[in-house]
């Protein structure tokens, strides 16, 4: 039996897996509890751990990946790993946190950080959400001094891009037509950390110029895969992708699963339920 392959989108002309393999739950993220994120560390102490994830991903095409990569030196290597043992390249997805004050020190140190993000392997480079944020202003419609930072991408050989959990940010980067050919946006079925309600970041994913990487698609295991999944691939466009953390390669394999069975309109196969008492007529026929 041949294997599915996820289907592709593309930004500025370079082709990714519409499925972007997230990092919180590689790194430690876990947006639960110091004791999910603990349990994180542990787990992945080392690239050893993350290499089977991501070969799972790559069996499926899924080739793309997102991280702070210069914050999680155990995710680089496993990628280094995974690429020399397969033979094919993974797409990086970079989130660096730049300085973005005002001064010739912090652009100099920004630029530093660019040319890094480019030297571990990143073809796409998204300003960090939390420095993006600083400079925006909403009395002008505006996100001032983002075409410096765009430039500075652009010099450093990557594709620009704009992480912007302010859903304003798309909204903003769209009317003033700034260099940003990719958007990362929080959508979830429960409204997880967004700041307006799901209806309105759903019509500003759709009505944005260029594809949106949405994240958090199960709210951090608020909700469960099937339900987050199922409501993400229903409501974005073909051109928009879905970033999913995973703790292991057995997660990875159902989340590929449940998203290709959504995007073909067909049953999902992914075992029923456990119990203590399996012989229950509510869980459906063996």
Same mark, same amino acid.
């Given at each position: 039996?041949?294997?599915?392959?996820?289907?592709?989108?593309?930004?500025?002309?370079?082709?990714?897996?519409?499925?972007?393999?997230?990092?919180?739950?590689?790194?430690?993220?876990?947006?639960?509890?110091?004791?999910?994120?603990?349990?994180?560390?542990?787990?992945?102490?080392?690239?050893?751990?993350?290499?089977?994830?991501?070969?799972?991903?790559?069996?499926?095409?899924?080739?793309?990946?997102?991280?702070?990569?210069?914050?999680?030196?155990?995710?680089?290597?496993? *990628? @280094? %790993?995974?690429?020399?043992?397969? /033979?094919?390249?993974?797409? &990086?997805?970079?989130?660096?946190?730049?300085?973005? =004050? !005002?001064?010739?020190?912090?652009?100099?140190?920004?630029?530093?950080?660019?040319?890094?993000?480019?030297?571990?392997?990143?073809?796409?480079?998204?300003?960090?959400?939390?420095?993006?944020?600083?400079?925006?202003?909403?009395?002008?419609?505006?996100?001032?001094?983002?075409?410096?930072?765009?430039?500075? *991408? @652009? %010099?450093?050989?990557?594709?620009? /891009?704009?992480?912007?959990? &302010?859903?304003?940010?798309?909204?903003?980067?769209? =009317? !003033?037509?700034?260099?940003?050919?990719?958007?990362?946006?929080?959508?979830?079925?429960?409204?997880?950390?967004?700041?307006?309600?799901?209806?309105?970041?759903?019509?500003?994913?759709?009505?944005?110029?260029?594809?949106?990487?949405?994240?958090?698609?199960?709210?951090?295991?608020?909700?469960?895969?099937?339900?987050?999944?199922?409501?993400?691939?229903?409501?974005?466009?073909?051109?928009?992708?879905?970033?999913?953390?995973?703790?292991?390669?057995?997660?990875?394999?159902?989340?590929?699963?449940?998203?290709?069975?959504?995007?073909?309109?067909?049953?999902?196969?992914?075992?029923?339920?456990?119990?203590?008492?399996?012989?229950?007529?509510?869980?459906?026929?063996?």
């Amino acid at each position: 039996m041949s294997i599915e392959m996820f289907p592709r989108t593309e930004v500025e002309g370079l082709s990714l897996s519409r499925m972007i393999i997230g990092s919180n739950w590689i790194a430690g993220w876990s947006h639960t509890s110091p004791a999910a994120d603990h349990m994180i560390v542990n787990k992945h102490s080392g690239p050893e751990s993350i290499r089977p994830m991501l070969e799972t991903f790559m069996k499926h095409g899924i080739d793309t990946v997102m991280a702070p990569f210069q914050e999680v030196p155990n995710l680089v290597q496993a *990628i @280094r %790993d995974t690429e020399e043992k397969l /033979g094919k390249e993974m797409i &990086m997805v970079d989130t660096p946190f730049f300085n973005v =004050d !005002n001064t010739k020190e912090a652009y100099a140190e920004t630029k530093a950080i660019a040319k890094k993000s480019k030297e571990l392997g990143a073809k796409i480079c998204l300003i960090h959400h939390s420095r993006a944020e600083q400079l925006v202003n909403k009395n002008l419609h505006q996100i001032v001094r983002l075409p410096d930072y765009t430039e500075i *991408i @652009r %010099d450093a050989g990557m594709i620009p /891009g704009l992480s912007a959990h &302010m859903p304003e940010l798309v909204v903003y980067s769209d =009317d !003033n037509n700034y260099d940003i050919q990719t958007y990362i946006q929080i959508y979830n079925c429960m409204g997880f950390l967004m700041q307006v309600e799901v209806e309105t970041v759903n019509q500003i994913i759709r009505n944005a110029k260029k594809p949106v990487m949405t994240i958090k698609p199960m709210a951090a295991g608020r909700t469960t895969p099937f339900v987050g999944l199922n409501f993400s691939w229903a409501t974005i466009r073909d051109c928009d992708m879905v970033t999913v953390g995973c703790f292991n390669e057995e997660e990875a394999e159902e989340d590929i699963e449940i998203s290709l069975a959504a995007l073909a309109h067909r049953t999902a196969n992914i075992g029923r339920r456990s119990s203590p008492d399996q012989n229950q007529d509510a869980f459906g026929k063996q």
